[in-house]
Structure formats: C-alpha cells, structure tokens
C-alpha cells in the first residue's frame, strides 16, 4: 500500500520561503510509472494544482505560480520536495503530496495534508 | 476564479441519483479525455472517483459514474447515501500553454 506523508514548518513568515518534503512510503519513485505532485487548498475553498515531477527531474508548474515554485526530487530518499518564494498570506493553505496516475490529473494516492500558515 | 465551473452545491433524497456538472472549453475538458473526479469529507484529502472521464478506481462503487459532452463533464450518483455527503471536485488536463492541470471550484453536495 502506497503512502505519502508531508513534513515541514507550519508557520512561514512573509516573504520567506515555504519548504515541504514528501516521503513516499510502499512504492518506488524511481519506478517511473508516476508523475509526483503538490497541491494546495486555502481553508474553507477549493483545490490548486501546484505542480509536479518525474523521477528523472522533468518538471511542470501551474503557470500562475511557475515564478516562485521549485519542486525537486530526491530518488535515494524516496522523497519529493516543494519550496515555494517570496510568501504571502494568500499562500495560507493546506498542502497536500499526491501521486499521478497519468500526468495528467488522475491523483489515486495522496497525503494527509499539512496546513502552512503564513503570518508574521 | 477556477478554471473549470462547477454548481456551488446540489442535493438529493437518499436513493434519488444526482448529477454534478463541470464546464470548462476547447483547451481542457473539451480537448482531452483527461476528466477525474475526488470526493473530500471534511478534514480529509481528496479521494479519486472518476479518471478518464468514466473510469472507476479499484474500489469505488459503481454507484458512481462519468461522462462527458462537448466542453462538459459529468458526474452521477446514483442510489444517493448518507455517506455521500462531501464535496466534489473536477479536474480536467490542458494544454492551452503549458500542459497542467486544473480543478473545478467545487460543488457540496447534500443527502436531505
């Protein structure tokens, strides 16, 4: 059985940098069959592709945060990472890692979420 | 605003069918067969439903199905449970610049 679970700070402050890390448990990143995503949801409102990544380090970003989102992988720690710049409130949210079936928005395993809240 | 359009909320009397559109264009739902469907119960993460359009994961009840038309998407259900009651969300691939992916803004459904 396939698990993600998502670590990092849950308080960032204005304009620093939000860091995330996602260790997939039960499967291989490596095995190429997936494509590795993050996406967020602010309380109380819907879901945002964030963007995602292929074992080999190809990479697709939602164009609306393409200027602030890096995400990395790291195969030798089964683990998937996020950071995303220059943070503001709006960025207030819950992460969530998840699996893609099929590059192209099919997410069958994900993370329990963890909630990044951006205040001074 | 999202990308995809979704009704706000809809509701049903346990055993009716209900169905949940998605609207999007050309460039996404229209474009490509690349629809899915998550239910989310509050505090959880989503569930996949539907992928491809109208394909059922391993372990999702048939009760559940999709479709698609044109730039519209559709999600039924079917023998409506009180478990049911969540919010569900379309997502849909596209390509219009970059390929990624967007999701609909949402619909609560609610089992009277």
């Known amino acids: 059985q396939v698990q993600l679970q998502e670590s990092g700070p849950g308080l960032v402050k204005p304009s620093q940098t939000l860091s995330l890390t996602c260790t997939v448990s039960g499967g291989s990143i490596s095995s190429g069959d997936y494509y590795w995503s993050w996406i967020r949801q602010p309380p109380g409102k819907g879901l945002e592709w964030i963007g995602y990544i292929y074992y080999s380090g190809s990479t697709y970003y939602n164009p609306s945060l393409k200027s602030r989102v890096t995400i990395s992988v790291d195969t030798s720690k089964n683990q998937f990472s996020l950071k995303l710049s220059s943070v503001t409130a709006a960025d207030t949210a819950v992460y969530y890692c998840?699996?893609?079936?099929?590059?192209?928005?099919?997410?069958?395993?994900w993370g329990q979420g963890t909630l990044v809240t951006v205040s001074s | 605003q999202s990308a995809l359009t979704q009704p706000a909320s809809v509701s049903g009397s346990p055993g009716q069918s209900i169905t949940i559109s998605c609207t999007g264009t050309s460039s996404d739902v229209g474009g490509y067969n690349y629809v899915s469907w998550y239910q989310q119960h509050p505090g959880k993460a989503p569930k996949l439903m539907i992928y491809?359009?109208?394909n059922r994961p391993s372990g999702v009840s048939n009760r559940f199905s999709g479709s698609k038309s044109g730039n519209t998407a559709s999600l039924t259900i079917s023998g409506l449970q009180a478990e049911d009651e969540a919010d569900y969300y379309c997502s849909s691939y596209t390509s219009s610049s970059t390929p990624y992916v967007v999701f609909g803004g949402g619909t609560k459904l609610t089992v009277l």
């Open positions: 491809d359009v109208s």
């Open positions: 998840a699996r893609d079936v099929t590059a192209a928005g099919s997410f069958d395993y």
